[in-house]
Nanobody, 123 residues
């Protein structure tokens, strides 16, 4: 089992920045691809970003490229999501995900999920 705990969410004004963290425990962190998803009120969950096991490959939801950056520190068993130039439409619960193979953009078959951290962007 892998346990994922997100942190770093909160209230921020439009144009501001936040960095989310996801701390993993239970298994060898570097064996897992990691990702971030989000779910806004009344909407379906959507893919945000993902990173390969060694951090060499990253990919993003197209509309977020340039504002969001995913990274990981395998020594700290942590994956990060740096969010800049935040907009009210970025308001959502952000979830961390881990999979021993690949983070599918649709979120199907992902092995482990965190419980989420709420990000609220005020206008």
């Amino acid at each position: 089992q892998v346990q994922l705990v997100e942190s770093g969410g909160g209230l921020v004004q439009a144009g501001g920045s936040l960095r989310l963290s996801c701390a993993a425990s239970g298994r060898t962190f570097s064996n897992y691809a990691m990702g971030w998803f989000r779910q806004a009120p009344g909407k379906e969950r959507e893919f945000v970003a993902a990173i390969s096991r060694n951090g060499g490959i990253t990919y993003y939801e197209d509309s977020l490229t340039g504002r969001f950056t995913i990274s990981r520190d395998n020594a700290k068993n942590t994956v990060y999501l740096q969010m800049n130039s935040l907009k009210p439409e970025d308001t959502a619960v952000y979830y961390c995900a881990a999979d021993s193979t690949y983070i599918q953009r649709g979120g199907r078959g992902i092995e482990y999920w965190g419980k989420g951290t709420l990000v609220t962007v005020s206008s």
